[in-house]
């Protein structure tokens, strides 16, 4: 990077990550957020949200134990979503695997549940499309990942 005569970056949070980690960086510096664009066109009416969709490798870094917590209290609060589903890869939690750490969350859970660890990218973003589906992604650690931007762009 030190060789480099222009740096170009999503966010300033990646400017500042770079120098707190020693990075030599260029004086000409420019902040330029990712920009997608959907191509086909969608439906912009609001849909009802059936489906609460986490999104993200199932780990406490991407907010899993977040997740779990909210739909713990919508639980409680009678707000009950028609489904929960986890989409993502399976990792650990505290030591766990996720996927025990998930059943022991949901064993309260009324509703049906599953997760969806074997898709790709494409097919996870398909997956994410259906009707009524809402992504949901309370990373603890990413400031404007490109997967967000991917569902905003996707609707």
């Not at 993200?56 to 713990?72: I, M, Q, S, Y």
């Not at 990792?91 to 996927?99: H, I």
């Not at 790709?120 to 992504?135: F, N, Q, S, V």
Request: net charge positive; with cysteine; hydrophobic share 40%.
């Amino acid at each position: 990077m030190a060789q480099a005569d222009v740096l170009w970056s999503p966010s300033q949070h990646m400017v500042e990550w770079m120098q707190s980690h020693g990075w030599e960086l260029p004086r000409r510096r420019f902040l330029h957020q990712y920009v997608l664009r959907e191509r086909t066109p969608r439906d912009a009416a609001r849909q009802q949200i059936d489906e609460l969709c986490f999104f993200g490798r199932l780990e406490t870094r991407k907010g899993l134990d977040l997740f779990c917590a909210a739909v713990n209290l919508l639980v409680q609060r009678g707000t009950i979503p028609s489904r929960v589903t986890l989409l993502g890869k399976v990792a650990t939690v505290d030591g766990l695997d996720s996927s025990e750490y998930v059943a022991r969350h949901a064993a309260n859970w009324p509703m049906p549940w599953q997760i969806i660890s074997t898709l790709d990218r494409t097919g996870a973003m398909a997956y994410l499309k259906g009707h009524g589906r809402l992504a949901v992604l309370p990373s603890r650690l990413d400031n404007l990942p490109y997967t967000v931007l991917e569902c905003l762009g996707a609707g």
